[in-house]
């Protein structure tokens, strides 16, 4: 039972850790060294605060005491870690607090994703969405969007130097109107 176990655990495609309630790595696989760029020697004589990037810190402590406290079960939340080379890796951890028989917190069974790609892809949007804004309320012609029904869903800020209506008067009304 425990061979498999381990075998499961280190072979795992999910990423797995075992963490005292110290935040010591006491048991990591393959999965999570590949992300971080560890090895498992390196991992095992880090803590969480180590790996945990530092504006996130606080926050991932006070969630760890909250589990080891009892006063949650379970967490799920997204975090930053540091992986070897600096770069910051995104990833949404799922973890719970593992007690012995007399109620002591023994370690926190987290299972993580890295996320990393889909936060620059987030990024990526938000940035797209402000350079959009940025042409759209100052271009000086009149763009508008409707949906299938030709309703005015978006109008450019210029509509008021070339009609006189406000934007607000516009969107909502009927292209034909």
Known sequence: ?????????EHSLI?????????ECKRVNKS??????????EMKA???????????IKGSLDILNDLAKGNIEEVKYEKRYIH???A??????????LYDSSGKPLH??????????????????????????????????VFYQTNQEGIVT?????IAQHSGYNRNEIIGMPVDH
């Open 1 to 9: 039972s425990e061979t498999q176990f381990k075998q499961a655990f």
């Open 15 to 23: 990423v797995m850790a075992l963490i005292s309630p110290e935040g």
């Open 32 to 41: 999570l060294c590949q992300i971080l760029g560890y090895t498992e020697e």
């Open 46 to 56: 880090m803590t969480i605060q180590d790996i945990t990037h530092p504006d996130d």
């Open 84 to 86: 070897k080379n600096g």
């Open 88 to 97: 910051p890796i995104w990833v949404v951890i799922a973890a719970t607090m």
């Open 108 to 141: 926190y069974v987290s299972q993580i994703e890295d996320i990393t790609k889909r936060k620059e892809i987030e990024n990526d949007l938000v940035l797209s969405e402000k350079k959009y804004r940025t042409i759209f309320e100052n271009v000086q012609d």
């Open 154 to 158: 978006e109008i450019s800020p210029s």
